[in-house]
């Protein structure tokens, strides 16, 4: 586990460090609370943050109200605030401010491995259930939740000279499939579909019943075109068992690229008009956002 060690005191923030490294951690020592912050900011691998409260320039609870809230409900950190005042109301404003446990200073080396250990119990568990929370039960694939917040996240990271490009996918006639094959049968095809669309990229959701959604960096129309064809052509040949015999699948898929000023939902609106265009220009085909079939030239 990664850890970050918060402590002004040279010979503590050594002391401490030793001690968090035998217990198998890797260890990033500061003594001051800003850097120590804008560094659990940039490495998101940092798991857990053990922290004196005098921590200049900001004190220790506002830093524990910082590392609070920059995880939010989708990272897994755990905050331990080291602090020689035991008084119930001390360990209570401490905990008010953020921290997940609360530690005696200097710490024990046994006592300190074992939270440690407890930290790691939680966080396992944590980072379960924000798999299970961002995940389709049905395909496996990112649920629209987590579609999202990936999305957003990668948005974000983007530079102005930085490609992209978003896929919409959609089973042509589904209906008649769940009509002809049953709802058992449609689930099929869309776990058929969606298996495919695993290996498109890391951003790839269910956004819908039967439309599908993959964020592709790296990526402009281009490269992004010839991936969608590939889709395109790995749907067709689909073998899915239907009540009636093989189900025939095929996909309509459209894509935009991303400019400097778009969001999210700019974004993916693009991409749902051409995927509309792609169903109204007869289904089974890819559309790009400029309203005609890919040419699929870099």
């Given at each position: 586990m990664r850890v970050v060690l918060v402590e002004p005191g040279s010979i503590l923030r050594?002391?401490?460090?030793?001690?968090?490294?035998?217990?198998?951690?890797?260890?990033?020592?500061?003594?001051?609370?800003?850097?120590?912050?804008?560094?659990?900011?940039?490495?998101?691998?940092?798991?857990?943050?053990v922290t004196s409260l005098d921590v200049p320039p900001a004190c220790g609870l506002e830093l524990c109200w910082c590392l609070r809230t920059l995880a939010g409900t989708t990272r897994p950190l755990a905050?331990?605030?080291?602090?020689?005042?035991?008084?119930?109301?001390?360990?209570?404003?401490?905990?008010?401010?953020?921290?997940?446990?609360?530690?005696?200073?200097?710490?024990?080396?046994?006592e300190l491995r074992a939270r440690l250990r407890a930290v790691e119990r939680a966080l396992t568990l944590q980072r379960q259930l924000i798999r299970e929370a961002?995940?389709?039960a049905l395909t496996q694939l990112l649920c629209r939740g987590g579609f999202t917040r990936r999305a957003r996240a990668c948005l974000a990271a983007l530079a102005p000279d930085d490609r992209l490009t978003a896929l919409?996918?959609?089973?042509?006639?589904?209906?008649?499939?769940?009509?002809?094959?049953?709802?058992?049968?449609?689930?099929?095809?869309?776990?058929?579909?969606?298996?495919?669309?695993?290996?498109?990229?890391?951003?790839?959701?269910?956004?819908?019943?039967e439309e599908f959604a993959v964020l592709m960096p790296g990526h402009g129309l281009g490269s992004a075109g010839r991936a969608a064809e590939s889709i395109r052509q790995g749907c067709a040949r689909l073998q899915v068992a239907g009540r009636h015999g093989p189900?025939?699948?095929?996909?309509?898929?459209?894509?935009?690229?991303?400019?400097?000023?778009?969001?999210?939902?700019?974004?993916?609106?693009r991409a749902d008009d051409a995927?509309?265009?792609a169903k109204a220009a007869g289904r089974d085909r890819v559309v790009s956002a400029t309203g005609r079939p890919l040419d699929p030239v870099s």
């Open positions: 050594n002391t401490v460090a030793r001690l968090i490294e035998a217990g198998g951690h890797r260890v990033d020592a500061f003594s001051d609370s800003e850097q120590a912050l804008a560094h659990v900011a940039a490495n998101e691998d940092v798991a857990c943050v905050v331990i605030a080291m602090s020689a005042d035991r008084s119930g109301r001390r360990l209570g404003e401490v905990l008010d401010s953020g921290a997940d446990d609360v530690i005696v200073t200097p710490p024990e080396a046994l961002d995940t389709d919409m996918i959609d089973i042509d006639r589904f209906k008649a499939i769940n009509d002809r094959h049953g709802h058992d049968g449609g689930d099929r095809v869309i776990r058929a579909v969606a298996d495919l669309l695993k290996e498109s990229g890391p951003i790839a959701g269910r956004i819908g019943g189900i025939p699948v095929t996909c309509s898929l459209g894509l935009a690229a991303w400019a400097e000023g778009d969001t999210l939902e700019t974004l993916l609106a995927l509309y265009a």
